[in-house]
Structures are given as C-alpha cells and as structure tokens.
C-alpha cells in the first residue's frame, strides 16, 4: 500500500526514475528489431510480388532457384531470429515485469482519491480548481497534468464510497459538464444516478440530524453542521447481493441508511471531522519567550525559543529543540521500520489492532537504544519539560501520506474505554511532545479544534501540552488532530509521557482543574 506515507510516494518517483529510461531501452532496442525487420519486409515482399507474377518463369532458372533457398537460409532465417528476438522478453523487462508485482494497485488509487477529497473537504477547495491541478491556493503549485474527466467521474465514485455525498455531487456535476460523448470511458447514465443517490442520501441525513438532534444530551459536540455521516450507519449495512446490478445495490443500501438512522435512535459522530479549516490557520495570540525551565544548568547558557500557543490548555511551542543532522538520523532509523498506524478496535467479544482506516500515515516506533539520538532527544525533553521521563513510551516517527490527516482525538483514552482495556502500568499519557521532523509547504497543522488554535509544522520545533489537570482527570480541551498535507511531506514525531514517572514532577494544584 503506497498511499499511506509520503516516503513511499517519494519510492514510487524514484522507481518511475529507473523504469522509464529501462522502457525507453526496450523500445529503442525494440524499434531497432522492428527497423530491420521492416527493411527485410520491404525487400522481401517486393521479390515474392514479383515472384509470384511469374511464378513458373522464376522457378525453372537455376539461379533463381539458388536465390530461392538462399533467402530462406539467410533473410528468412534472420527474420525468423528477429522476429525471436522481437518477442522474448529478455533480462530488461524481466525487471519491469518483477518490479510490477510490487505497483501500487487499485486500493492505492481509491487510497490517494480519497487523500484529495479529505484535502478538499477539510480546506474547502474548488472540484474546478482541483480538477485544474491547482491545489495550492497562491502559491502556484499546479500539477504536471489536469485530472480527465474520467479521473472527475472516478474521484467523485470515490467520494460516494467514502461517505462524502456533497463532494460527490460536485465531482458528478462536473463530469457532466465535461462530458463529451465517445470519449469517456463512463456513461452519462451511471454519473446522473450517482446524482441522484447523493439527492437521496442528503434528505436521509437531514431527517437523520433533525432526530439526531431532538434526541442528543450535548448538541455542541456530537453534532455540528460538518459532522459527516454517522459512521454507525455507514459500517453495519453492508448488504451485498450477486444478483443486484451495482447501482440497485446501492439503492438498497441507501435505504438501509435510512432505516438504521431511524431504528438505532443515531449515536452520533463516533469518528469526530475537522471544521472547515482555512489554509492560513496560524493565527498568533500571544507570545514569545526564552525558556530556561527554571534556571535548569543546561538551558542558562542556551535557553529554548517558545512560543505560547494558548494559555489554557496552556499549549507551547519550543524552537530548535532537534538539529537538523539528528533529524536525518532519526528519518533515517525509522524509515525502514515504518508501518501503517494501527489502533486498538473494541469489537463485540475480543479487542483487536486493526489498520487505522482514518489516520493515513505510516509510523515506527524507536527507543533509547535504537541509536544515541534518541537517547539524546529523550534528554533534553527533560530538561526542557522539567519530567523526569521515567515512564515514558518509546519515540513514534510518523510519515504522512497522501491528504494524509489524523482526525481529532484526545492522546488519552475517553474514560470508559480506559476502564476496560487502557489499564497501562504507568499510568494515562500525562504529556504530550510532538516534534515536527520537517517543514509542510501546506496544510499538515496540528489543531487544536476546541481550543481553536493550530500549531504549523517548523522543522525541529515541538508542540508541548499536558492531556490531564494537574489533579489527574482528563483535560478534553486539549481535543486536536492533524489537518490533512496539501503540499509536503510530513513527518512528525511524539514522545508521550506518562503518570507513573511524574508523580513527583507536576503538583496537584488546590483548585481542581486549575
Ligand atoms: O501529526 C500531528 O500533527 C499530530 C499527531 C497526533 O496528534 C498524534 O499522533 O496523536
Ligand atoms: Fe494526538
């Protein structure tokens, strides 16, 4: 799966680098054949025309009779080799041949769709800018080639899948209005009936919400305008029928919606979406100054650039906190160990890791032994956050992919799954320190959603918060997530802290949730 981290799609430029001069060889090589073997047709065809008119004439002379077998024996056998030569496939396109088992396939197509509908749901982007291959607002970062109309019509069967019906009404519209007989490879039927299941779908959601909203206790948070479509009724309907033709299976699972909205009474928003972001998100309230954490010997003589973010949830970024060599080798390490980011799946009877379908990213994890710099870096968070890191998780390297996102969530787990399985030893994740391991040219913030502010990714910077009040319960302000990647490649990392170790490092304060 190649569209769940940038690093991979970096791969798949540098494998489309060898592939394409390996096909031009081919070709070249193969042209060369087909040249000579034209140049034997040519001739060849031109003495059996002549041949064949006076057949009788020819065959009675000796020396035709000569020429006859010699052309067989040389010209005829050459084309033969040729022709051998022509069709074997030879070591060069073995390797294209070995290498196209690795191709990304169908999945990564529907994957890296999906990654520009997030992009466009999340900054509220154009079907007609985007389909121009202008994704980047001012910038001008305009893509090599513009998306056809086919890819319109694919991207927008993609959104359907996801859930995302209003991006599907605009990718079909537009289809359609592109639309030039002959030269699609879809019918103007199919894009008009995925029209209408969207029209369909969005009456259905609107009495879903209304009854949502009549019925839910706290209206604010679990239901808001760009809440999308409850998760709960997209997952537990999969009714397929082999008999059904596509669309009228989609029929029929639209109106499933319908009737799953009505029976479960809506439990809404299990999977919470980002607002409707704008690009420029980094909006500074407050202010800058140089941290020694209290006079700690190592930051008197070179204290930390900070810059608070908000003050409560006091919310920080420090600067400079990693040199840009130990940001290689921390890349370095993690990239051969990186792997789709997994979560703990709370299933009817067992708990099992599943591929996290919503974070698009790839991560590894490193500790204090996989190499000095981590050790180092494990360090200066200390002297940095004045924690002891005694209980400490190992280092979490992330490399986003396309769109990639990680939606909003709190590093804690909600109360009531903490009792069944979030047991830890050491206690909840006290604190969190995201280090940013590059920049992003667009999008990839992290927002704090509830707070309303958002942290941009600076190489080497690293945002620090707390997850609990000093008094040990949850702090559900610090409610955040990463905004999709319009342009860039980023790569984050988190150490997360817990309880345990820091019992005597953070005092309880005498107002509970001060
Ligand atoms: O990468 C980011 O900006 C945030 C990631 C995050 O919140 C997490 O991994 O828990
Ligand atoms: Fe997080």
């Not at 009404?169 to 995925?194: C, D, I, P, V």
């Not at 299976?249 to 928003?269: E, F, T, V």
């Not at 502010?453 to 559900?476: E, Q, T």
């Amino acid at each position: 799966e190649w569209f769940s981290s940038m690093e991979q799609i970096i791969d798949l430029v540098r494998h489309e680098s060898l592939l394409a001069p390996t096909l031009q060889n081919y070709i070249k090589a193969k042209m060369e054949i087909l040249l000579k073997l034209k140049t034997y047709g040519d001739e060849l065809s031109e003495i059996a025309d002549k041949v064949s008119a006076n057949k009788e004439e020819y065959i009675i002379h000796p020396i035709n009779q000569y020429h006859l077998i010699k052309r067989f024996a040389t010209q005829w056998t050459e084309v033969n080799q040729l022709l051998d030569r022509f069709n074997r496939t030879g070591k060069k396109t073995d390797f294209i041949k070995n290498a196209t088992r690795l191709f990304p396939k169908e999945e990564d197509i529907k994957g890296s769709a999906e990654g520009i509908l997030r992009i466009q749901d999340t900054y509220n982007l154009n079907t007609s800018d985007i389909a121009e291959g202008n994704i980047s607002g001012e910038k001008g970062h305009n893509s090599l080639k513009k998306l056809t109309t086919d890819e319109c019509y694919h991207i927008g069967k993609a959104a359907f899948n996801g859930g995302l019906y209003d991006p599907c009404t605009h990718w079909m519209q537009f289809s359609l209005q592109r639309f030039e007989e002959g030269k699609q490879n879809f019918s103007k039927a199919h894009a008009e009936e995925y029209l209408q299941l969207c029209k369909m779908v969005s009456i259905c959601w609107a009495i879903v919400a209304t009854k949502a909203q009549i019925s839910s206790d706290d209206k604010s948070y679990k239901f808001s305008a760009n809440s999308k479509f409850p998760k709960v009724c997209r997952g537990d309907v999969k009714i397929v029928s082999k008999t059904q033709s596509q669309m009228d299976q989609l029929k029929y699972y639209i109106k499933n919606y319908l009737y799953i909205g009505y029976i479960l009474n809506i439990k809404m928003i299990q999977q919470p979406s980002f607002p409707r972001i704008s690009r420029n998100m980094w909006e500074r309230k407050l202010h800058c100054y140089l941290h020694t954490n209290n006079g700690n010997p190592w930051l008197m003589f070179n204290p930390v650039k900070v810059e608070e973010l908000w003050d409560s949830p006091h919310i920080v970024q420090f600067y400079d906190v990693i040199t840009s060599a130990e940001v290689d080798k921390i890349k370095k390490l993690a990239k051969p160990r990186l792997f789709r980011a997994i979560h703990f799946e709370d299933k009817e009877d067992s708990e099992v890791f599943q591929k996290a379908a919503y974070r698009i990213t790839k991560v590894s994890w490193l500790n204090d032994t996989s190499g000095p710099v981590i050790a180092k870096l494990t360090r200066r968070i200390s002297e940095i956050t004045g924690l002891s890191m005694n209980t400490t998780e190992e280092l979490q390297v992330a490399n986003y992919g396309v769109g990639g996102e990680y939606p909003p969530h709190l590093d804690v787990a909600s109360d009531d799954h903490r009792k069944r399985m979030y047991d830890h030893p050491d206690g909840e994740r006290i604190a969190t320190f995201l280090i940013y391991l590059s920049e992003v040219e667009e999008g990839g913030g992290t927002a704090f959603v509830r707070a309303g502010v958002a942290a941009k990714p600076i190489k080497g910077s690293a945002v620090f918060w707390y997850n609990m009040y000093p008094s040990g319960d949850i702090d559900i302000r610090t409610f955040h997530g990463a905004c999709p990647v319009i342009i860039g490649n980023k790569w984050a990392s988190n150490k997360w802290i817990r309880e345990l170790g820091e019992s005597f490092h953070r005092q309880c304060k005498l107002d509970r949730n001060a």
